[in-house]
Structures are given as structure tokens and as C-alpha cells.
């Protein structure tokens, strides 16, 4: 077997992993990348450009057929989880080349298709069921659920030849779903011949979080709001289903109504049947309707869903949240919006809590940093990372133990010498190939 890292071993983002065997290729995730080459923010507009452009920027890999009607050998597509930087190019890939993914995966790649048209179209993907090994050409796949911030993120393993790969994707062991973590390291892939394993935790400053778990989250989010008479606004990523099941909780903890808008409420709504936690917050929010997610929902044919909504008369306007400030959290969004759910509210009557990667503060455009300077409203930073942390990490290569230790999704590779004897790591470049 061939392995052939197109883009991940010195970047976080952008990760696309092609394997080879007996003439045939696999890949694992085709994302977008989430920084340029420079390190500077990269800008999802730059991505809308002909695909010749595309590849000779290196953004596209260089993969013969994948996008035209010329032959191609790569016999699908694996997607470990519903982040852009694992799927976001996706849609350039031709039609016929088969598409896998958790169901969960599938389900939020549609739901973000609802806003985002240059997104896969769900109806290609093929739904795996965890453990259950298929074939794709000379390929046998089997995946392991992960915990991650991204619900129905998987874990790859790949055989082919006599070899066998073994790709983390994104993980942690710090969720609430933390057990699919201690699965794997009790019942670990065997035999493996190379394991891509992520990194993302490398080179974080000691305290970047200084939460460890989900649980912390909670219980942070409860002290800091509970003797809070303000309206309380908790900015976090609408797939983040641990931190919104986090946020439902804080806000019954300190008497407030949890309120979602219409986007984050679907996402939720896909999941509620794998979830009693999420049923639960379902049952236990109200509903902000805005017409851009209400349209969209109406456009793409989510009546199901809206008649949900409309059937638990739980509804919110944006004009009634600032006329009793002290009774919400609002689950809100760097956006617009904003300044409808906080008319006529005094800076002092607005506390707003930033529940997501702190990276993304240091974009001068930042629409939240705009916010909070205009209005002069500080802000407190509660969050824990989607990412295993370095001793889980290790964990995870003692467990599996590879013959090979290969670096992705990383801005760190050589740190990976503190989890394997030296002479087991293989750090590669983007493009390079290996045998095993």
C-alpha cells in the first residue's frame, strides 16, 4: 500500500489523505484549509475559482479524474466528521465517485448545505455503520466513533494488501462522550502499519485552556452567570451539540430559558433520536425565528421540522428578549442579528460569554470583536477544546502501538517524538509518498 498525504502534515485544516493499493486509491477527507501558507486566516471566497486554479494553488489535490471526465482510480471518498476543514471541497469531487460518512455526518453536511450551496450534496453519501466493515474497491474500511465537538466524528481504519492505516481523524477524551475515546484505547486496531494521528494540541500555551472537560464548561458557564441579571449572549458553533447541551443546562441551573435560533435548533433536531441529552434541550428551549433560517428551511422542504417547532409554540422574536433581558441565554451568533436581540439594552445590561477557539479573536474583522468594542461590553472566555490533549495523545499511540507514526493536522510535527521512539515517526510532507 501507497499513503499519500496531500495536505495536513504542517497545518491544521485542509486535511486529504490518498491511500493506493493494486492500482486503486482511497481518500480520507478533502477539507478546507483554515489557514493559508503564511499562517494568515484563509478566506472561503478564494476557493470559489475553476478548479485548474484551484489545483495549481495547491488547494485541490492534484489527483487525475477526481474532477473531470477523465478516468479516475480513486475508488471513494471516506469523510471523518461534518467540519469544513474535513469535507469543505468536497463538492468539487465529480459525480460516480462514491461518498462515506457516519449518518450523523451526512445528516449535518445537509444542514449545512441549507446555507452554504458550494457543500456536498448529501444525497452522495453513503452512510457507514460503525464497526461494520465494507469494501471500497481492494479497500476493507471499519470505523470507530470518536468523541469530538463534532457529533458522529469517526476514526478510520483501512486495510488493503496484507497492511493496515489507521486514521484518528479529529478526537478528544474530554467530552461527554468521552467513553468512545476509552473504547478505542480498550479495544485498540491491531496490527496497524501506520497511524495518521492528529495533533492539534501540540504547541498550545499552558493555560490556552485552562478548562479540561465539558463538565468544567458547564459548571463555569453556571458560576458566572447565576447571580447575573443581564441578558446573557454564549457564542458557540451550532454543531457544538456538547456545548449547547452545556448551555441548556447552565441556563436551568440559574433560572433562565435556553434560546436557540432556527439553524441551531435543526442541527439539534437531527440528532434528538441519538441523544436523551439533546431531546432534553429540545423540550427546554425557545425558539428564535429569524426569515433567513426560516426561508431556508422552507426552500429546501424541512417541514417536518418547522411543524415541530411551530406544534411546541415555543417560538421567540428578537423583540422580546431585550423587554426581559434577565430571563434569557441566548445561544447567539456573531452577526447582524445582534443588534435586534439587544435593542435598547445598556452595555451593562449584556453579558456575553465566548464559548469557541480563542484563534479566532485575533481576526481584526472578528464580527463579535466589532460587537463588544462598539458597545463596550467585556467578555469572558469558557471554553474547552474539541482536541485531545497531549496525555491522551499518548495514550492513544501506546494503545495502538504502529509500526509507523505519521503526523497530520498539525502545526507541530517533531513534537510527535515525545509519543514514539524516534526512529517509528515518520514526518512527511504534503505530496510525499510512502510505502509500507
Avoid at 21 to 29: I, Y
Avoid at 78 to 84: K, M, N, Q, S, W
Amino acid at each position: 500500500m501507497q499513503i499519500i498525504p496531500h495536505k495536513g502534515t504542517h497545518m491544521i485544516g485542509g486535511t486529504c489523505i490518498e491511500l493506493r493499493a493494486e492500482g486503486h486509491g482511497l481518500l480520507l477527507d478533502i477539507g478546507m484549509p483554515l489557514v493559508n501558507a503564511d499562517g494568515s486566516g484563509f478566506d472561503e471566497d478564494s476557493a470559489k475559482r475553476p478548479i485548474e486554479d484551484l489545483i495549481r494553488a495547491d488547494l485541490l489535490p492534484n489527483v487525475p479524474g477526481l474532477y473531470d471526465k477523465a478516468n479516475c482510480n480513486i475508488d471513494g471518498i471516506v469523510l471523518t466528521h461534518a467540519h469544513r476543514d474535513h469535507f469543505g471541497l468536497g463538492h468539487f469531487i465529480k459525480s460516480g465517485i462514491p461518498i462515506f460518512s457516519s449518518e450523523i455526518t451526512k445528516k449535518l453536511i445537509g444542514a449545512n448545505r441549507m446555507f452554504f450551496p458550494d457543500t456536498i450534496d448529501p444525497e452522495r453519501i453513503t452512510s457507514l455503520e460503525a464497526w461494520k466493515p465494507v469494501s471500497i474497491g481492494p479497500f476493507t474500511v471499519s470505523t470507530h466513533p470518536v468523541d469530538h465537538s463534532a457529533p458522529g466524528a469517526i476514526a478510520v481504519e483501512v486495510s488493503a494488501g496484507g497492511k493496515k492505516v489507521f486514521y484518528t481523524g479529529d478526537l478528544r477524551a474530554h467530552g461527554y462522550k468521552k467513553k468512545l475515546f476509552e473504547n478505542i484505547i480498550k479495544r485498540p486496531p491491531a496490527n496497524v502499519d501506520v497511524m495518521f494521528m492528529e495533533g492539534s494540541s501540540l504547541g498550545r500555551e499552558k493555560n490556552e485552556y485552562p478548562f479540561p472537560d465539558e463538565p468544567a464548561v458547564r459548571d463555569a458557564i453556571i458560576e458566572e452567570i447565576k447571580d447575573e441579571k443581564s441578558l446573557v449572549l454564549l457564542f458557540c458553533s451550532s454543531q457544538n451539540a456538547d456545548r449547547i447541551v452545556s448551555a441548556s443546562r447552565a441556563a436551568q441551573a440559574s433560572g433562565r430559558e435556553l434560546v436557540l435560533d432556527y439553524y441551531t435548533a435543526y442541527i439539534l433536531y437531527l440528532l434528538k433520536d441519538k441523544s436523551r441529552g439533546i431531546t432534553n434541550v429540545l423540550s427546554n428551549s425557545r425558539f428564535l425565528y429569524w426569515p433567513g433560517h426560516g426561508n431556508g428551511l422552507s426552500r429546501t422542504g424541512e417541514y417536518k421540522f418547522l411543524s415541530y417547532i411551530k406544534a411546541k409554540k415555543s417560538r421567540i422574536l428578537p423583540k422580546d428578549i431585550p423587554a426581559s433581558p434577565e430571563k434569557f441565554l441566548v445561544v447567539a451568533k456573531a452577526n447582524r442579528r445582534l443588534a435586534e436581540i439587544t435593542a435598547g439594552l445598556e452595555p451593562e445590561q449584556i453579558k456575553c460569554i465566548w464559548s469557541m477557539w480563542s484563534g479566532y479573536l485575533e481576526d481584526t474583522e472578528s464580527l463579535f470583536k466589532k460587537f463588544c468594542d462598539k458597545n463596550k461590553i467585556p467578555y469572558t472566555q469558557i471554553h474547552t477544546s474539541g482536541h485531545a490533549g497531549i496525555n491522551d495523545l499518548g495514550r492513544l499511540v501506546k494503545a495502538v502501538n504502529p509500526k509507523r507514526l505519521v503526523p497530520i493536522h498539525t502545526f507541530h510535527p517533531d513534537d510527535y517524538k515525545q509519543f514514539i521512539d524516534p526512529s517509528k515517526l515518520e514526518v512527511m510532507n504534503d505530496g510525499d509518498t510512502y510505502e509500507i
